[in-house]
């Protein structure tokens, strides 16, 4: 079955877009996504960016959210909010994410973005995060406890370092087994046509 | 019957593939689309960006490459040569659009694109930017020395002012009458469709 990597970031507006749609469309091609949360931030800043390109750039960012408006409608999603103070601390999130069991990270990821962009909530809130997996079944204390372990924050780390080795600068981001990266929620019907063999 | 803008500059990658298909496409819509070359630059100043953000971002910058390798393939078009240096300044092409009727300026432009992007010519050489005048069955002297009228200077300018004014950043760019705007090669459709009045 054809594989496909999907790397995303809790604070990246596209990267919800693309994670609310990602796997409805990667199944109805036969095509197996891995859920991939990384930190944006670090990969900016070796950049020398020290914030989001929306903050950094406001004529940009004015239009990206007016952007995000009109694909959040058109997706069927729930008017999109912007978090303030913007980007949200993506940490305890993507921590979280890297605890749970890969089956069991698309739905928390999922949940965590509409907190986020749909409800205007603080994911860098540990009890949002906290009713986020409890929510969906989850032993909360227990992952939120863990979420703090070294190995997580040096999975998460290792992650990170991995995206940025595979050329990843934004998000969200879907790379092929042969390493072709596609990047944006614009790309992502591109990225399972690739890795189905039509080029 | 509907209108649409196409705000484009003559260095931008993505312009390009813009420009090779937004006719057909408005055509088919039932769409009129107004040709309306800018210089990013200014704009790029503006907001602090002393060059491309290709340039100034490279990991960006050479996954856009390829990017535009794909998308130009494709697309059907020749294989993408990246002008060297880049961005090649577009001033002379601009003003010479400019100059040319309304009706003349898409052929034109396609073909100024052409000579850059898929035959890796300068389009900043007055020799080039003569040819493709000729090829075209213009009375190449003519437009180029129009072209250095003050006339024309102060056109670009006050269409690189009025597109500023338009909250544009980045090019291609698509402008409904409303004053919608919708950045990037990849929101032509959408935009086509805003003004169609399918929102």
Redesign the interface.
């Known amino acids: 079955m054809a594989k496909l990597d999907f790397w995303y970031d809790f604070a990246s507006t596209y990267s919800y877009l693309a994670a609310m749609r990602a796997e409805a469309l990667a199944k109805a091609a036969g095509v197996t996504l891995r859920w991939r949360p990384f930190l944006l931030g670090p990969i900016f800043k070796s950049?020398g960016?020290e914030t989001s390109p929306f903050n950094k750039?406001p004529?940009?960012g004015?239009?990206s959210w007016?952007?995000m408006e009109?694909l959040a409608?058109?997706q069927g999603l729930p008017k999109f909010l912007l978090p303030v103070p913007f980007p949200a601390n993506p940490l305890l999130a993507a921590r979280a994410a890297l605890v749970l069991a890969d089956a069991e990270r698309p739905e928390f990821s999922r949940a965590v973005y509409r907190a986020e962009f749909a409800e205007g909530r603080d994911i860098a809130d540990r009890a949002v995060i906290g009713e986020v997996l409890a929510a969906l079944g989850h032993d909360a204390d227990a992952v939120l406890t863990k979420s703090g372990d070294p190995a997580i924050k040096d999975k998460l780390r290792a992650e990170t370092e991995e995206a940025a080795k595979q050329?990843i600068?934004?998000a969200p981001n879907f790379v092929a087994e042969d390493g072709e990266?596609f990047?944006g929620n614009?790309?992502l019907e591109?990225a399972i046509e690739w890795v189905r063999g039509h080029?």
């Open positions: 950049h960016l750039y004529v940009k004015r239009y007016r952007d009109r409608a058109r050329g600068f934004g990266l990047w614009d790309r591109q080029r």
